[in-house]
């Protein structure tokens, strides 16, 4: 079964500074899908980022890239220029390309509280 | 606009009763999924429906019931025999196939009377 471990329970920045999440996962599928949510304290989950695992091109959303290792089994987050609205709960989610039993299920982290001083 | 609605937002269960958490999408999605998120354990899958009139069984499924009568409904009885209840409870759902992201529902929290 594949697992999700986001290491850093809490991690904190300066408002306008540069943050990076971590996350690792352990799968022996060759094709699959990575995700970063946003959990702000209003509790609704908000699709930060997507990768593809056969897309060697790192993703990028405005000021939100991922660092994707396919080797190393790691999908960082790169928050740029660290806005207050960033503060929440980010969660990291793998979901196999290959659908067993019809199942897409993503398998989540354990998540990282952002806190963003101003 | 188009979404996923949960009700109620807030709920309350006595013991020894059933209560039914409601999620209601108008995305046109086939697959919906129901997780529960316990403070430091991130996101657990409980019930998924890829159609209508099936569904399976996710990894903490023990003490819950889910029906799939219509595309557009997924409803989640968190029952008697479930008997750590007080959680947050979100819904999603999603176009199968390809990188399409899951959608979520605003969730409910549950707490025991």
């Known amino acids: 079964a594949q697992t999700v471990t986001q290491s850093q329970p809490e991690m904190s920045v300066q408002e306008a500074e540069t943050v990076t999440l971590s996350c690792t996962y352990d799968?022996?599928?060759?094709?699959?899908?990575l995700f970063w949510y946003k959990q702000p304290p209003s509790r609704q989950m908000i699709l930060v980022i997507r990768q593809e695992a056969y897309k060697q091109q790192n993703a990028t959303e405005n000021r939100f890239s991922v660092n994707f290792q396919k080797a190393a089994k790691s999908f960082s987050l790169k928050i740029s220029d660290s806005q207050l609205g960033d503060a929440a709960m980010y969660f990291c989610?793998?979901?196999?390309?290959?659908?067993?039993?019809?199942?897409?299920?993503?398998?989540f982290g354990k998540g990282t509280k952002l806190t963003v001083n101003p | 606009d188009g979404g996923i609605t949960q009700s109620p937002k807030y709920l309350f269960r006595k013991e020894g009763q059933n209560v039914t958490l409601s999620c209601e999408q108008n995305?046109?999605?086939?697959?919906m999924y129901w997780y529960r998120q316990d403070p430091g354990q991130g996101l657990r899958l409980i019930y998924y429906s890829q159609i209508v009139n099936d569904f399976q069984k996710g990894d903490i499924a023990e003490g819950y019931s889910v029906s799939r009568e219509k595309k557009e409904s997924f409803p989640l009885t968190v029952t008697s025999a479930q008997k750590n209840p007080t959680a947050f409870y979100l819904c999603a759902s999603h176009t199968r196939g390809g990188n399409q992201p899951q959608h979520f529902g605003d969730g409910t929290r549950l707490s025991i009377l």
């Open positions: 995305l046109n999605h086939d697959a």
């Open positions: 799968t022996s599928e060759s094709d699959y899908y």
């Open positions: 989610a793998y979901r196999s390309a290959v659908t067993q039993g019809g199942s897409e299920k993503l398998v």
